[in-house]
């Protein structure tokens, strides 16, 4: 059995949640553990979304903090939603915990903004491409890159209607990343016309930020903005480290983010212009 990755997003967002109605009714951890007979580590757990939470437990804390019926019908849905796997669960003992936790904000997100300054995002990669990627990493054996690509596909699905409602995608790719040749001219000619074929979908916009745009905010960092489909769900932050991924979640820093990602797409050249580009890129290899 492989091990539970990390908590999806309705999960963190219930703990915080419950958090913050146990501070509203002025209550302690301990305070609350020892009204309900209960520990103060469960109620830490639950709290820190390192235990789900039963709907059982959930009522007991809901009525000891005195929330709302409104409430108790919202947090019941979220209790259940958090409760449910995702396919990528099947790979949680084989992934980082971080790619895993990534892949499921990724799975429940209805709009991603990326900025690639290195290699492309996976849901852009062909496989040819995403093998050379994984086989870069140090450390990796031949059994993870074949799980790595497979990942990949999978994710990849998000972008047609073969797995619900596609994924709206916009993505800046530095021209550092069309230029850099990973795996040779013949896979980066078919990763080039690989991106041209996707941005013909009608949810993925593609833009090329040239060399001449000259300095800007994100010069040495790639990151992702996930927004989702509830306003009451706020956006996250996904920064790209070279050992994981780095969740940045503070509504005023992932707004920093937007404001970044705004200035990049501004002074990228437009979508039609960007295939334009690519085309040319093409040529030369």
Same mark, same amino acid.
């Given at each position: 059995?492989?091990?539970?990755?990390?908590?999806?997003?309705?999960?963190?967002?219930?703990?915080?949640?419950?958090?913050?109605?146990?501070?509203?009714?002025?209550?302690?951890?301990?305070?609350?553990?020892?009204?309900?007979?209960?520990?103060?580590?469960?109620?830490?757990?639950?709290?820190?979304?390192?235990?789900?939470?039963?709907?059982?437990?959930?009522?007991?804390?809901?009525?000891?903090?005195?929330?709302?019926?409104?409430?108790?019908?919202?947090?019941?849905?979220?209790?259940?939603?958090?409760?449910?796997?995702?396919?990528?669960?099947?790979?949680?003992?084989?992934?980082?915990?971080?790619?895993?936790?990534?892949?499921?904000?990724?799975?429940?997100? +209805?709009?991603?903004?990326?900025?690639? /300054?290195?290699? $492309?995002? *996976?849901? %852009?990669?062909? #496989?040819?491409?995403?093998? @050379?990627?994984?086989?870069?990493?140090?450390?990796?054996?031949?059994?993870?890159?074949?799980?790595?690509?497979?990942?990949?596909?999978?994710?990849?699905?998000?972008?047609?209607?073969?797995?619900?409602?596609?994924?709206?995608?916009?993505?800046?790719?530095?021209?550092?990343?069309?230029?850099?040749?990973?795996?040779?001219?013949?896979?980066?000619?078919?990763?080039?016309?690989?991106?041209?074929?996707?941005?013909?979908?009608?949810?993925?916009?593609?833009?090329?930020?040239?060399?001449?745009?000259?300095?800007?905010?994100?010069?040495?960092?790639?990151?992702?903005?996930?927004?989702?489909?509830?306003? +009451?769900?706020?956006?996250?932050?996904? /920064?790209?480290? $070279?050992? *994981?991924? %780095?969740?940045? #979640?503070?509504?005023?820093? @992932?707004?920093?983010?937007?404001?970044?990602?705004?200035?990049?797409?501004?002074?990228?050249?437009?979508?039609?212009?960007?295939?334009?580009?690519?085309?040319?890129?093409?040529?030369?290899?």
């Amino acid at each position: 059995m492989p091990e539970r990755s990390g908590p999806s997003l309705r999960g963190r967002q219930l703990a915080r949640e419950l958090r913050r109605l146990r501070e509203a009714a002025q209550l302690t951890g301990e305070a609350a553990a020892a009204q309900l007979g209960w520990s103060s580590a469960k109620v830490s757990r639950i709290e820190t979304a390192r235990t789900p939470v039963t709907l059982s437990d959930l009522r007991k804390l809901l009525d000891l903090y005195g929330a709302r019926d409104i409430d108790l019908q919202r947090m019941e849905d979220m209790a259940r939603a958090a409760r449910q796997r995702g396919w990528w669960d099947t790979y949680a003992g084989d992934l980082p915990l971080e790619y895993t936790t990534y892949i499921g904000l990724e799975a429940e997100a +209805s709009l991603l903004r990326s900025y690639n /300054v290195l290699v $492309l995002h *996976g849901l %852009l990669q062909t #496989e040819d491409y995403a093998r @050379v990627v994984l086989k870069s990493l140090l450390l990796i054996s031949p059994g993870e890159v074949d799980r790595g690509v497979r990942v990949r596909r999978l994710r990849q699905k998000r972008l047609s209607q073969e797995d619900g409602v596609p994924l709206t995608l916009r993505v800046v790719l530095d021209e550092a990343v069309l230029r850099r040749h990973i795996g040779g001219p013949e896979v980066m000619r078919r990763q080039l016309q690989h991106l041209v074929d996707v941005a013909q979908l009608p949810n993925v916009e593609l833009q090329v930020l040239p060399y001449a745009a000259g300095a800007h905010p994100a010069s040495a960092s790639a990151f992702t903005i996930l927004q989702f489909p509830r306003s +009451s769900e706020p956006e996250i932050t996904s /920064v790209e480290l $070279l050992d *994981g991924h %780095l969740f940045i #979640e503070g509504e005023r820093d @992932v707004y920093r983010y937007t404001l970044v990602f705004d200035g990049l797409s501004t002074k990228a050249l437009n979508p039609d212009e960007s295939l334009g580009f690519i085309r040319e890129v093409i040529s030369d290899l």
